[in-house]
C-alpha cells in the first residue's frame, strides 16, 4: 500500500499557485519524498525529490515539514499544460532498483 | 537521449484471446519494470528485471501473464488467455542511479 495521503483533487486558476499537500507521516530516517505527474495518455513523469531540506528546480518547489510528515509541492505560476495526477511517494533515495509504489495522487485542474 | 519506447500504444481484443506488448529502455538502464494502471488509479508493479534476471514478480498473475527479456534489453510481457480485468495501460519503465523513466504506456482493451 502507498505510504502517503493526498487530496483527490485540486483546483487552480491559470498563472496562480498551485500547492499541493502530501501527507507521509510514517517516513523513515532514510526515505525520501518524490514527486511525479502524470499527463493524461502519458507514462508518468519525474518532477522533484527530497529528504529534509527544500529543494527548487526548473518545475517546481518542495517545502518538506520539519518533522517530515508532509510535504507541499508548489508550482508558482501554474499554466493549462500543468493539467495532471500528482503522485507524492516515500522511498530510499539511490536505489534507483527499486519499484515505486503510487497511491491514487491528486487530480490538478488548471483552469484560464 | 532517447526515451522509453513502447508498442503497440493500443490493442484491442477479445476475452481468452492472448496479447503481447513489446518495451525498449532506455540505453544502458539494468532495471526494467513492468506497471499496470487500472483507470483512476496509481500504476502497480508487475514485474522488476535487473538485467535479464527477475528482481520481483510477486504481483504477477502467472496463471495468465508472462514477461522476458532475454538479453538484458528489450522485453516482452504476454497475457493469455486475457480477461476482462485486464483492461488498463500497460507501462514500461527504466532506471539510472537518480530516477525512473516511464514510456507512454499500452493502453489494452479486453472486450
Known amino acids: 500500500d502507498a505510504k502517503t495521503t493526498q487530496p483527490p483533487s485540486m483546483d487552480c486558476a491559470e498563472g496562480r499557485a498551485a500547492n499541493l499537500p502530501c501527507n507521509h507521516s510514517?517516513?523513515?530516517?532514510?526515505?525520501?519524498v518524490y514527486w511525479y505527474r502524470q499527463i493524461h495518455s502519458q507514462g508518468p513523469q519525474y518532477i522533484i525529490h527530497?529528504?529534509?531540506n527544500n529543494e527548487t528546480n526548473e518545475m517546481a518547489s518542495l517545502i518538506i515539514t520539519e518533522d517530515r510528515k508532509s510535504s507541499t509541492l508548489i508550482l508558482p505560476h501554474a499554466t493549462l499544460r500543468d493539467t495532471a495526477v500528482y503522485y507524492c511517494?516515500?522511498?530510499?533515495?539511490?536505489?534507483?532498483?527499486?519499484?515505486?509504489?503510487f497511491g491514487k495522487g491528486t487530480t490538478l485542474s488548471v483552469s484560464s | 537521449e532517447a526515451g522509453v519506447a513502447q508498442s503497440p500504444r493500443y490493442k484491442i481484443i477479445e476475452k481468452r484471446q492472448s496479447v503481447a506488448f513489446w518495451c525498449n529502455p532506455i540505453?544502458?538502464?539494468?532495471?526494467l519494470y513492468w506497471y499496470q494502471q487500472i483507470l483512476g488509479q496509481g500504476p502497480k508493479l508487475l514485474i522488476q528485471?535487473?538485467?535479464?534476471?527477475?528482481?520481483?514478480d510477486s504481483q504477477l498473475p502467472k496463471d495468465r501473464f508472462s514477461a522476458e527479456r532475454l538479453k538484458g534489453v528489450d522485453s516482452t510481457l504476454k497475457i493469455q488467455p486475457a480477461k476482462l480485468e485486464d483492461s488498463a495501460v500497460y507501462l514500461c519503465?527504466?532506471?539510472?542511479?537518480?530516477?525512473?523513466?516511464f514510456g507512454p504506456g499500452t493502453r489494452l482493451t479486453v472486450l
Open positions: 527530497g529528504l529534509k
Open positions: 528485471f535487473q538485467n535479464n534476471g527477475v528482481v520481483d
Open positions: 540505453s544502458g538502464h539494468a532495471t
Open positions: 519503465a527504466s532506471s539510472s542511479v537518480l530516477e525512473q523513466f
Open positions: 511517494i516515500v522511498r530510499v533515495a539511490g536505489q534507483a532498483g527499486t519499484a515505486l509504489i
Open positions: 510514517t517516513i523513515s530516517g532514510n526515505e525520501y
